[in-house]
């Protein structure tokens, strides 16, 4: 197992609500990203953060947002929850740059109904 | 989109024979990973070959990249029961600075 921690493990949403999702990163990690992972698909990459701030975004709306604190935590908000929003989320620190592999927490799988 | 292809998408064997997954992605990287999934768990890093690289070895796993093909395969020898997990590739593009893209997976069975 790696160092990464998720919470909630699990987590069920009416649509139109609002989420949030944690992460903790391995020791030493200064960088976390986020994906999300529709079922049967592979993960698709949200953002990255660096520093506390965005370094990066993927293909998603703006009611995705995330923060990253000090200690290289971070959290992933979603607003306005659309039933297309139901997948596993997973949370990956790594150094900065290019070339290093991603490790990966156990995921948020999130409901919305 | 999806960066990565892999193929098969699924792939059954027996205990003990060879498994190898292939993985085909469009543009120029900087380095190509495969994962493991169990259960749409987390992922596990398995390997990562770097874009001047053509092949690589970790345990029982064998990693090659052609560049000019835009083509890498991952072999699995001697495979367990408990290799039995969904694989992706993922490609780190030139100047992503790791944020990767993953393709759809390959489904692997093995059989006892």
């Known amino acids: 197992e790696t160092g990464v921690t998720q919470s909630p493990t699990h987590l069920i949403k009416t649509r139109g609500q609002q989420v949030t999702l944690r992460c903790s990163s391995q020791?030493?990690?200064?960088?976390v990203s986020w994906y999300q992972q529709a079922l049967g698909q592979g993960p698709q990459f949200i953002f990255q953060?660096?520093?506390?701030?965005?370094?990066g975004r993927g293909n998603f709306p703006p009611r995705f947002s995330g923060l990253q604190f000090p200690n290289y935590s971070s959290e992933l908000n979603v607003n306005a929850l659309e039933l297309d929003d139901s997948a596993l989320y997973l949370c990956?620190?790594?150094?900065?740059?290019?070339?290093?592999?991603?490790?990966f927490g156990p995921g948020t799988r999130l409901t919305v109904t | 989109s999806q960066q990565g292809e892999e193929d098969p998408q699924a792939l059954s064997i027996q205990e003990g024979e060879n498994a190898t997954m292939n993985c085909s992605y469009k543009?120029?990287?900087?380095?190509l990973q495969w994962y493991r999934q169990n259960s749409g768990r987390g992922l596990v890093h398995l390997i990562l070959?770097?874009?001047?690289?053509r092949e690589k070895h970790s345990g029982r796993l064998r990693v090659t990249l052609d560049t000019s093909k835009k083509s890498s395969s991952l072999l699995i020898t001697a495979s367990r029961a408990a290799d039995t997990a969904s694989y992706f590739c993922?490609?780190?593009?030139?100047?992503?600075?790791?944020?990767?893209?993953f393709g759809k997976g390959i489904t692997l069975s093995v059989r006892p």
């Open positions: 020791s030493g990690h200064n960088t």
């Open positions: 543009t120029s990287i900087n380095n």
């Open positions: 070959i770097r874009s001047n690289e």
């Open positions: 993922a490609t780190d593009l030139t100047g992503a600075n790791s944020k990767l893209t």
């Open positions: 990956a620190s790594s150094p900065i740059g290019q070339g290093y592999e991603q490790y």
């Open positions: 953060y660096y520093r506390e701030e965005e370094n």
